[in-house]
């Protein structure tokens, strides 16, 4: 099965901009920095799904394309 191409991207970047909504109005710093820390986590993930879907959708269809399921087969 091959991961859709998501609008999840875009649900990852608004969920980093909702945590550093909610950031600013946390008043301990160590808190703060642990929620800048998530939210930077979700971009991140935003990003790596911009770079590795499109290249995981290539890859799976070059290896379903080469694979002949008839191959080796003898018919009876």
Do not use: F, W
Not at 23 to 29: E, I, Q
Request: net charge negative; charged share 35%.
């Amino acid at each position: 099965m091959c991961p859709e191409r998501p609008e999840k991207n875009q649900d990852y970047r608004q969920e980093a901009r909702n945590i550093r909504a909610k950031a600013r109005d946390v008043h301990d710093a160590e808190a703060r920095a642990q929620l800048l820390l998530i939210a930077s986590l979700y971009e991140k993930l935003s990003y790596l799904t911009d770079i590795l879907v499109p290249s995981l959708h290539a890859k799976l269809s070059d290896h379903s394309r080469m694979e002949d399921p008839t191959e080796g087969t003898d018919a009876m």
